[in-house]
């Protein structure tokens, strides 16, 4: 398995606190993505990274806000958390040229 | 930009039966294709993936699938499938060159035994 791990993995938070969920990888790979999981649509890209202090918005980026200081890690964060950010978060990391993409086990948040 | 339509959201097979996940695609452009699996409550992993070559492209667990470009499909196959493949799959495509995949919605695969 690539070397991707998330924390935390389960996360219950009330609407209108920040939150940020954590991405961190040992494989030393380029390009990192952030996802949503929700029934029936899929994953749908947040924000991507293609390199330190490198990020661009995907396709769900509204309400969402995204850092990364160093390779191995990426941060995602809710400013303001809403009902609808309820979801589940997957990580995603792949080097340039391969295009295949490795992912982490996910963080199930619930914003109430 | 490109799109994924995978017309079977859940697709009920026998053991031991054949089965066929259809995956559509649109693109203005060539593209790479993948599968990618998800088993309950884990991550997605990398069936196939069909980036040049050979139009039918093996993955692993037995699962192929075929590129069919005048189609543009990229549907998966298995001749017999396991109780053990109950999962989630889902199509990806992105244009070449392009390191972002779009997905589609995915199907449920559910084995009766």
């Known amino acids: 398995d690539a070397g991707i791990t998330q924390s935390p993995r389960h996360k219950v938070t009330e609407t209108g606190t920040p939150v940020t969920l954590r991405c961190h990888q040992t494989?030393?790979?380029?390009?990192m993505y952030w996802y949503r999981q929700d029934p029936g649509h899929g994953l749908r890209l947040i924000h991507y990274?293609?390199?330190?202090?490198?990020?661009d918005k995907g396709e769900v980026s509204d309400g969402y806000s995204v850092s990364r200081s160093k390779t191995e890690d990426f941060l995602l964060t809710l400013e303001s958390a809403t009902s609808s950010q309820t979801s589940v978060y997957f990580c995603?990391?792949?080097?340039?040229?391969?295009?295949?993409?490795?992912f982490g086990p996910g963080t199930r948040l619930t914003v109430t | 930009a490109q799109s994924v339509t995978q017309l079977d959201s859940q697709v009920p097979v026998f053991e031991e039966a054949p089965v066929e996940l259809r995956c559509n695609y649109s693109?203005?452009?060539?593209?790479?294709l993948f599968w990618y699996v998800q088993y309950p409550n884990q991550g997605l992993q990398l069936l196939l993936k069909?980036?040049?070559?050979?139009?039918l492209v093996k993955g692993i667990n037995g699962f192929e699938a075929e590129f069919n470009k005048s189609q543009t499909s990229f549907h998966l196959r298995k001749p017999s499938v396991h109780i053990s493949d109950t999962a989630e799959y889902f199509c990806?495509?992105?244009?070449?060159?392009?390191?972002?995949?779009?997905f589609g919605t995915g199907t449920r695969l559910t084995i009766i035994p």
């Open positions: 995603a990391i792949s080097s340039r040229g391969y295009y295949e993409q490795y």
């Open positions: 494989e030393n790979h380029r390009y």
């Open positions: 990274s293609y390199g330190v202090k490198d990020t």
């Open positions: 693109s203005s452009v060539s593209v790479y």
């Open positions: 069909y980036l040049s070559g050979s139009t």
């Open positions: 990806a495509v992105t244009p070449q060159g392009n390191e972002k995949l779009t």
